[in-house]
């Protein structure tokens, strides 16, 4: 029995090496087999966020140093939702993780003007200046592209009408659909399975450190864009490409077959 069991625990690493490639990877450059969808986060990783700071940052009294914790605070909150079987959609949460912060720091504001501060600009958002070509050259390379986001299906038809970028994508989904955030492993699931797809054939680009972590997790490949005061979650799965831009990103992918 003991011979038995020392057999089995020194074939393990084997076994674990194994699992980790991917089976359809290309083996010269180590990096998986072209997706068949390219999925997309939407806010920071395609839309510039800079005009919704300066007006969160100006409801909070000129405090910009408190817009990472009303991000993170809107964050958490989300997954609140998600675990406690819940759900608002992520603007209601924004307002509501706005007036937590506000009410920690014992700055005045209310919840039309909370609103006011994150509605009224993140519809009009305009894109980072890679994202139209580098959406129309994927395009022209045969990718299928999909917006992945936990804004509501309103909210993102309307930031897409207004940024120009309606025609780029075949389909728009929501976690506003499953009432999940991501996150969640079971969004990245149901996103996949809505297209067709096996997870390994899906491709998740985004600027968020934990996007790319939950997409890793849940088996897709996973393209992380290095906005301005971005950076990865040292402890998840490395994304398969780690990229400046859009554009960039372009030149490493091959033309779909």
Same mark, same amino acid.
């Given at each position: ?20 490639? &991917? ?81 920690? /720091? ?23 200046? $890679? ?8 395009? @022209? ?14 909210? *993102? ?9 309606? $025609? ?8 506003? $659909?499953?009432?999940?955030?991501? &996150? ?8 996949? /399975? ?5 997870? /390994? @054939?899906?491709?998740? *680009?985004?600027?968020?450190?934990? $996007? ?18 971005? *950076? ?21 992918? &091959?033309?779909?077959?």
């Amino acid at each position: 029995m003991k011979r038995f069991i020392t057999a089995v625990l020194l074939t393990l690493p084997l076994f674990s090496s194994y699992a980790q490639q &991917p089976a359809d990877s290309n083996m010269e450059t180590g990096k998986p087999s072209a997706p068949k969808v390219i999925f997309f986060d939407v806010n920071e990783t395609l839309l510039d966020l800079t005009a919704m700071r300066s007006s969160v940052g100006e409801a909070l009294g000129g405090r910009n140093e408190l817009l990472p914790l009303w991000f993170s605070t809107m964050l958490h909150h989300s997954l609140v939702d998600s675990t406690t079987q819940r759900f608002h959609t992520f603007g209601e949460i924004g307002v509501a993780s706005l007036l937590m912060v506000s009410e920690i /720091e014992g700055i005045s504001l209310t919840q039309e003007q909370a609103k006011t501060a994150i509605v009224t600009p993140l519809r009009s958002l305009p894109p980072h200046p $890679d994202v139209r070509s580098g959406l129309q050259a994927l395009k @022209d390379k045969g990718y299928t592209l999909v917006s992945l986001t936990n804004s509501s299906n309103k909210g *993102v038809y309307t930031q897409f009408k207004n940024a120009d970028l309606l $025609d780029f994508f075949e389909h728009r989904l929501s976690v506003e $659909d499953i009432n999940l955030y991501k &996150p969640d492993l079971r969004t990245y699931a149901w996103a996949a /399975e809505k297209m067709g797809i096996k997870p /390994e @054939d899906a491709m998740l *680009v985004a600027a968020h450190g934990w $996007d790319i972590a939950g997409a890793k997790q849940a088996g897709w490949q996973a393209a992380f864009i290095a906005r301005p005061g971005k *950076v990865l979650y040292p402890l998840a799965i490395a994304p398969d490409y780690n990229v400046n831009d859009l554009n960039e990103l372009v030149d490493m992918l &091959p033309k779909q077959q």
